[in-house]
């Protein structure tokens, strides 16, 4: 990483890290459950890094699991910086040190296969898994409008991460879910647990999850936040138990890490576009002369990956400028006819935001209107 022959200092490699990871001081602090303090005085070499703390928890952090020779070069400066030598034994952790993962995995609850590949997401995958391995706090909220794209994150770092957990990981799916009190039987249903005890739905679970090293998804959780002290229960119980909850607020938790997830970036609206409407009709190009009006199409869209989506279905009856017109005269009327499989509140942007409205109080509807 460097050419110099001299060796840099911890700090300097560990700020240069960090950096190249995209993470600001406060995200590592984040990530690894220190302060941002101490990372800003370990950058500075203003305090000794402890070998072990730096091996297992700013490798995973810094997402250097599958680059042994970074994570042995950053481990051997923590040692430097305290006037030792690396042992000649040392490997650092990885991605792939679980034993047994294909066995124990085999039978768990597998995560859905999405039908669709995830566009302009890489980036914010890697952080958000690296945050959840490396942080304390075992609970990672997902939070955004509708639409946003935060079951399809949720999916990416599950898939990502499900063969870290010796007994893998369980999607939860909550759209149908709208009394709190039925997150325990729900579940119990995700997990394949089977009915006929005596012992309450939420007993079952937690002797359950009590014995495992497991990732759990819990999908639209918003409609069901007065559920979260059952949440807050199984962290508790569960001590190899790490959840990612998708939510259109925060679950209001003290091991709760939050993630406010936008909307895409220009270029990738415009990719997931053109990927929605090749798919339609394999002839078409991104182009010099058509990219103005996507771009214009993607941004009376707010970039929001449901409404592109909705919008490029229309595209193989609809001009790109016919689409463009029709948004800046109606949006809602034109994004319409989602797919069959999403589900119902999805299928129109008028549907997403009708749910959402359905989900406040009275005092929030009032407020809204």
């Not at 939050?258 to 990738?268: F, G, I, S």
């Not at 129109?348 to 929030?364: N, P």
Request: overall charge negative; hydrophobic content about 45%.
């Amino acid at each position: 990483m460097y050419s110099s022959d001299v060796s840099p200092t911890f700090g300097d490699l560990l700020k240069q890290l960090r950096k190249r990871a995209g993470m600001s001081q406060s995200d590592l602090a984040a990530a690894t459950g220190y302060s941002r303090s101490l990372v800003g005085a370990l950058e500075q070499n203003q305090r000794l890094p402890d070998v072990e703390t730096v091996a297992h928890t700013y490798v995973p952090a810094l997402g250097l699991l599958e680059e042994p020779i970074l994570a042995t070069q950053l481990v051997a400066a923590a040692a430097a910086a305290r006037g030792e030598r690396l042992s000649p034994a040392f490997r650092p952790p990885s991605y792939h040190e679980s034993t047994n993962i294909t066995t124990e995995v085999a039978g768990q609850p597998r995560l859905p296969l999405p039908p669709t590949e995830l566009i302009g997401r890489d980036d914010e995958v890697e952080q958000l898994c690296r945050r959840l391995l490396g942080h304390k706090g075992r609970l990672l909220t997902l939070v955004g409008p509708p639409g946003v794209g935060k079951t399809r994150l949720a999916q990416a770092v599950g898939a990502r991460l499900q063969w870290i957990y010796r007994h893998g990981a369980c999607f939860v799916p909550l759209a149908a879910v709208n009394q709190p009190e039925l997150l325990a039987s729900t579940l119990m249903t995700s997990l394949k647990l089977q009915e006929g005890s005596s012992k309450s739905p939420a007993t079952r679970v937690i002797e359950y999850l009590r014995q495992k090293e497991m990732l759990l998804i819990l999908d639209n959780f918003e409609q069901i936040v007065a559920a979260a002290p059952l949440v807050a229960e199984l962290l508790e119980e569960c001590g190899d138990l790490h959840l990612v909850a998708t939510s259109r607020e925060r679950l209001h938790l003290r091991a709760e890490q939050r993630h406010l997830v936008q909307p895409l970036t220009v270029e990738a609206a415009v990719d997931l576009f053109c990927a929605r409407v090749v798919a339609l009709n394999p002839g078409f190009v991104l182009t010099q002369s058509n990219r103005p009006t996507l771009a214009a199409i993607c941004a009376r869209l707010d970039h929001l990956p449901l409404a592109i989506e909705l919008c490029a279905a229309q595209a193989d009856l609809l001009t790109l400028e016919q689409l463009l017109a029709h948004l800046q005269e109606g949006p809602l009327n034109v994004l319409v006819d989602g797919a069959k499989d999403l589900p119902a509140r999805q299928r129109t942007l008028r549907a997403a935001i009708c749910h959402s409205y359905e989900l406040l109080d009275e005092d929030e509807r009032r407020l809204l209107r």
